[in-house]
């Protein structure tokens, strides 16, 4: 057992402080009610990706706080990625959801007390039981909840209240590899460890762009390469920062995963590479699943025809692949969000049991998940399809978990999957929802379908921290505020099963505190629920589960307040470590056996028409996180993508008279988006990449899920979110324009004016619109003076106007008495809009002179301007790189550092500063 290591030993250091040079001040943040729970450095985790790394909180005692990467923790070793290093500057309160929130009737939402909001969640549930009964309710979680929040709300669902309809946008994001494991290993048991990475001879990175979404195991990946030449493959239909870092990247057609396994496990066989040993020992099926194979890619030229793949590039990973005995396979997004995800996983799982490659040391399938829990909601059953502590619905594991629980109404069968429960609310067979942390009406598929379909029901709760989300405009009945992170307690568990503690370091603010189910269930904190979480996954376990946590089932709050991360298995009587499975077999199948499975051929769900011709694969950017609730409003994390973007190949954008920069609007059987073009020859021809993140809180029609089609892996019910067919067009404009806004208002607040496509931004002092309409620049003038907020902006100060009509530039700022720009908008022609990075800076200058208040505005172009963000941590732009590297040829990724900083801090920038130094290794 691994309890009382970490420094400090109740994860707060006292006189110590290990804060080192990795320091990232916080935004100011309005004052907190309450007393601050402590003053010092606080160990705790960071809440967004499966790396699951440490940080070190030191609260400044006025709601911010100081963040810094923990160098203790195993899983980063004291770095952080972008995201990471500016969590300090989304602490603030002001898009915070801070009391109990009830509406009457048609009315609006109305602060009421505790007593009566909840009151009314009970009310809600209750009667929907009694008159359609227990399967007519459900709860919608969050790979970013707790797992004692998880924990609490699976015990009061699948024992209490009788029914399994509790399923989590994890069902979104890695189900498929639950059902792969499943599957494959007869329970959901992710093999390795990290340290593989640094182990490897060759990692072969599937469907990740891992130097963006999983940023802080790239750079240990990068490490292993540097130390001991360790080969990256990358297999991807897009060639992403991850793919120009490679040795070898493999641009599949989307959805052809299978094709280049299948035709692995055929050459394996064929080459004689194949442990036959551990095949015979170990593992049933092999014959039928070589058999699939042969079948799906009978050779490498099948297989180059079937994959998209040139037969050249595919013979070299194979060989590469057989001849190397240390390999890791990691996957992520790019295989899990499709139809056929499960047998995406299968085929990649059965190489490694036909080499024995799995549970040693550098060697094993590895899924690298995407949120900070979502492996935590798979160990206390939050997924509809699993019971607890990684049981399923099976007579003997309903028995146990029933009476570990004392439950009085055991579900006794699998709920609905996401995308089948808001079939179920659609169709009215569901008529009460509880929503806790996510935000389903930008984030399922057919997001304009499942909008309409939260507002016919009988009953809507939701749980969030912020004030405004999509899904908060769905009228629910109540809205509870939930505590925040830094201000929750309790645990989370990564990729690599390793549990660390989420801690407080800031006072819950507004009256967020009675939010949870403790009172219900009689527990007195978070450490009682853990503790009863442990116990059941070694309840009548006795090695039959992967999953257990006995040696921690008697841990005492004062144990689990200083618990260090410490990775399961953690059994009783035993001592922990780096702990890998299968090495030696003992799978959790009932004859102890791994199965191979046979894949189908793969197809994309709804392949491309001629009415909807290209593919949309949709994904993440480098610096934001989900719907950008809390990414978005800091200012550094808004300089790389700041407004929402579909990147095309140029050929495919010349032939629909599209340029760099234009709005395009996409459409699909389901939906439509209206993104900026971004060009680019990464980009394969006949696909797009849009990214996940805007919502119609943070812009006009941007969110692309309302494009995605509802079909799902039949296995893991999950959607097919990279693959949807959808036709682009250009949409013209006469004016685009940018309005800057002083302040921590979100500009919706501040200029209610309407433009025919919009989208909001974080920037340094205040918030940028950006926006595109059919007026003209003299049209604009006309409505900004007779915008009220316009006129109030700065109202003590002065104006000034730049009106260049001819060229269709007008240019007007407000100044407040301080000289500062308050308010400034920017309008041109829509073939040469104003740009972000060359006016953001404006909030920024103290005190402009009156005499050069009109220069600024006349001066203000792109030509000097640092251009589009490229390093998040010190604000560095391409265009000052392009400069430098212009100037100096040769100049490496140090002479940068030096210089301008750039990817000196988190790194996250590193493979893009590594394409602009040799331009030519980013075409495909
Ligand atoms: Fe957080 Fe970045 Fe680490 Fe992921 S890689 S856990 S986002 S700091």
């Not at 001040?25 to 160990?43: C, F, N």
């Not at 593992?283 to 994959?307: H, K, Q, V």
């Not at 509802?710 to 296995?715: I, N, Q, R, S, T």
């Not at 990279?722 to 208002?745: H, N, Q, Y």
Request: hydrophobic share 45%; aromatic share 6%.
């Amino acid at each position: 057992m691994v309890m009382g290591e970490t420094p400090g030993g109740n994860g707060v250091d006292g006189e110590a402080d290990p804060i080192g040079p990795i320091v990232h001040p916080t935004a100011p943040t309005a004052p907190r009610a309450g007393r601050a729970p402590v003053r010092s450095v606080v160990h705790t985790a960071c809440p967004y990706c499966g790396v699951g790394c440490g940080l070190l909180a030191r609260p400044d005692g006025r709601g911010g706080a100081t963040i810094a990467g923990d160098p203790a923790h195993p899983a980063n070793h004291g770095k952080l990625c972008s995201k990471g290093a500016a969590l300090g500057e989304t602490l603030g309160l002001g898009t915070r959801l801070l009391h109990p929130m009830m509406r009457q009737g048609a009315g609006p939402l109305r602060r009421v007390s505790w007593d009566d909001a909840l009151g009314r969640v009970a009310e809600g549930f209750r009667t929907a039981i009694e008159r359609h009964g227990p399967d007519s309710v459900s709860f919608y979680l969050s790979g970013q909840l707790l797992t004692e929040d998880y924990y609490a709300a699976n015990k009061l669902a699948k024992g209490f209240l009788g029914t399994a309809n509790v399923d989590t946008n994890s069902r979104l994001c890695m189900a498929s590899t639950v059902s792969g494991h499943r599957r494959a290993f007869g329970s959901d048991t992710v093999p390795g460890v990290y340290a593989d990475l640094d182990l490897a001879d060759l990692v072969v990175l599937v469907g990740s762009n891992a130097a963006w979404c999983h940023p802080v195991l790239f750079r240990r990946l990068e490490a292993a390469r540097a130390a001991r030449g360790t080969r990256l493959v990358v297999i991807d239909p897009r060639h992403t920062a991850t793919a120009s870092e490679a040795d070898l990247a493999l641009h599949l057609n989307p959805g052809k995963d299978t094709i280049i396994f299948a035709g692995l496990l055929a050459f394996l066989a064929e080459a004689g590479r194949l442990d036959t040993a551990y095949i015979a020992a170990h593992t049933s099926g092999f014959e039928a699943a070589l058999a699939r194979a042969r079948a799906l890619a009978p050779d490498i030229d099948a297989a180059a025809r079937a994959s998209g793949v040139p037969a050249a590039d595919l013979a070299a990973f194979y060989r590469l692949f057989a001849e190397t005995e240390r390999v890791v396979t990691a996957f992520s997004q790019g295989v899990n969000q499709s139809a056929q995800g499960t047998d995406k996983v299968n085929a990649i799982i059965n190489c490694h049991l036909a080499t024995g490659r799995i549970g040693r040391p550098g060697m094993g399938p590895f899924s690298l998940t995407g949120q900070p829990n979502a492996m935590g909601g798979r160990e206390v059953g939050g997924l509809a399809n699993q019971l607890a502590a990684h049981m399923v619905f099976t007579p003997e594991a309903i028995d146990r978990v029933g009476r570990y629980w004392r439950a009085p109404r055991m579900a006794t069968r699998e709920g609905l999957k996401a995308v089948a429960l808001f079939e179920a609310i659609a169709e009215r067979r569901i008529r009460a929802l509880w929503v806790m942390g996510t935000n389903p009406a930008v984030s399922l598929p057919e997001a304009d379908r499942q909008r309409k379909a939260l507002a016919q029901l009988d009953f809507l709760a939701i749980s969030d921290n912020v004030l405004a989300s999509d899904t908060l405009a769905c009228q629910p009945h109540v809205a509870l505020p939930a505590l925040g992170w830094g201000e929750k307690d309790g645990t989370v568990t990564n990729s690599e099963r390793r549990i660390s503690r989420q801690r407080p370091f800031l006072p819950p603010p507004g009256e967020a505190r009675r939010l949870g189910f403790a009172g219900a269930f009689g527990w007195d904190g978070p450490a009682a629920v853990f503790r009863e979480h442990a116990g059941l996954s070694a309840f009548e376990n006795d090695g039959t589960r992967d999953f257990d946590l006995g040696a921690l089932a008697t841990v005492d709050t004062a144990a689990y307040d200083a618990l260090a991360p410490v990775q399961w298995p953690v059994r009783a009587g035993e001592t922990t470590g780096e702990t890998r499975f299968f090495a030696e077999g003992g799978f959790f199948t009932p004859d102890r056996r791994a199965r191979f499975v046979a894949p189908e051929a793969p197809a994309l769900a709804q392949p491309a028409s001629p009415a909807f011709p290209l593919v949309l694969l949709t994904g993440r950017t480098r610096d934001q996180w989900h719907t950008m609730t809390r990414t978005g409003l800091s200012p550094r994390l808004g300089g790389h993508a700041p407004a929402p973007f579909v990147a095309m190949n140029p050929a495919d954008a010349a032939r629909r008279g599209i340029g760099a920069g234009d709005l395009v609007r996409l459409s699909s059987p389901h939906g439509a988006a209206t993104l900026l073009a971004q060009l680019s020859a990464d980009q394969p021809p006949g696909t797009l990449f849009a990214p996940i993140h805007w919502s119609d809180t943070t812009a006009s029609g941007a969110r692309v899920n309302a494009l995605i089609g509802a079909e799902v892996d039949p296995v893991s019910g999950q959607p097919e979110s990279k693959g949807a067919p959808v036709r682009a067009e250009r949409v013209d404009a006469a004016t685009r324009g940018i309005l800057l806004v002083r302040g921590a208002a979100p500009v919706r607040d501040a200029a209610p004016w309407s433009a025919a496509w919009w989208a909001d931004v974080a920037v340094a002092g205040g918030h940028a619109r950006l926006f595109a309409d059919a007026r003209d620049a003299t049209a604009w003038r006309q409505a900004l003076w007779r915008e009220e907020a316009w006129r109030q902006a700065g109202a003590s100060g002065t104006a000034v106007e730049h009106d260049d009509g001819p060229a269709g530039l007008y240019r007007a700022a407000r100044f407040d008495a301080d000289g500062r720009v308050a308010a400034a908008l920017f309008i041109g022609p829509a073939v040469a809009p104003p740009r972000l990075d060359a006016v953001k800076h404006l909030l920024e200058q103290a005190n402009v002179a009156p005499e050069a208040r009109r220069a600024l505005l006349r001066g203000v172009d792109a030509a000097g301007s640092p251009g589009p963000q490229v390093c998040a941590c010190f604000g560095v732009g391409r265009h000052a790189l392009e400069r430098l590297v212009a100037a100096e040829p040769g100049v490496d990724l140090a002479t940068l550092g030096e210089r301008l900083k750039a990817g000196t801090a988190c790194g996250s920038c590193r493979p893009e500063l590594c394409r602009l130094l040799r331009p030519a290794a980013a075409a495909p």
